[in-house]
T-cell receptor, first 113, second 111 residues
Framework: GEQVEQRPPHLSVREGDSAIIICTYT??????FSWYKQEAGAGLQLLMSVLSNVDRKEEQGLTVLLNKKDKRLSLNLTAAHPGDSAVYFCAVSAGTGGYKVVFGSGTRLLVSP | EAAVTQSPRNKVTVTGGNVTLSCRQTNSHNYMYWYRQDTGHGLRLIHY???????QIGDVPDGYKATRTTQEDFFLLLELASPSQTSLYFC??????????FGPGTRLTVL
């Protein structure tokens, strides 16, 4: 079955720096990719999702890159601020509808002033 | 307005106790899920459902039952709770696009 590795597990950056989180997956049939943010004491919140026909997507200071050849998905927070401090998860699925979304193990991001 | 709600938010029970966790979604989604989140394991899928009366087994189903009574309501049942089931439980819903919308979580402690 699909395996997802996420790194780094912990990331600390200064305000204004960029933060990059990477996930690698194993199933070449994976078609749907998402990033979630979990703030302390809360559930996961969907940040952005892309289909496999998209290489790059930017929204509100976030950039998602998809390299299908290397089976690598990344999230880049440009100009991070303290409010971005949270745990981030990638998620992948076959895109066939509904179930069996596989989550990465999470990256705890700390943005210091 | 929260689209996925869970109750209770916190629950303490004893070993062997009977616990029901509730989840309601107002997204009109067909799919609903129960996950547990533990340090070092990330999110693990317990059970999921694609409609009222339907139940599918997830990756870590042992010790858990679930029931989907309506499109909106999905319940997780622990009939003989054990300390290994101490965890943070999340419910989520999704449509066919697989973007999942999570509830705020229930923290369960089994003494």
């Amino acid at each position: 079955g699909e395996q997802v590795e996420q790194r780094p597990p912990h990331l600390s950056v200064r305000e204004g720096d960029s933060a990059i989180i990477i996930c690698t997956y194993t199933d070449s049939a994976t078609a749907y990719f998402s990033w979630y943010k979990q703030e302390a004491g809360a559930g996961l919140q969907l940040l952005m999702s892309v289909l496999s026909n998209v290489d790059r997507k930017e929204e509100q200071g976030l950039t998602v890159l998809l390299n299908k050849k290397d089976k690598r998905l990344s999230l880049n927070l440009t100009a991070a601020h303290p409010g971005d401090s949270a745990v981030y998860f990638c998620a992948v699925s076959a895109g066939t509808g509904g179930y069996k979304v596989v989550f990465g193990s999470g990256t705890r991001l700390l943005v210091s002033p | 307005e929260a689209a996925v709600t869970q109750s209770p938010r916190n629950k303490v029970t004893v070993t062997g106790g009977n616990v029901t966790l509730s989840c309601r979604q107002t997204n009109s989604h067909n799919y609903m899920y129960w996950y547990r989140q533990d340090t070092g394991h990330g999110l693990r899928l317990i059970h999921y459902s694609y409609g009222a009366g339907n139940l599918q087994i997830g990756d870590v189903p042992d010790g858990y039952k679930a029931t989907r009574t309506t499109q909106e309501d999905f319940f997780l049942l622990l009939e003989l709770a054990s300390p290994s089931q101490t965890s943070l439980y999340f419910c989520a819903s999704s449509d066919y696009r697989e973007e999942q919308y999570f509830g705020p979580g229930t923290r369960l402690t089994v003494l």
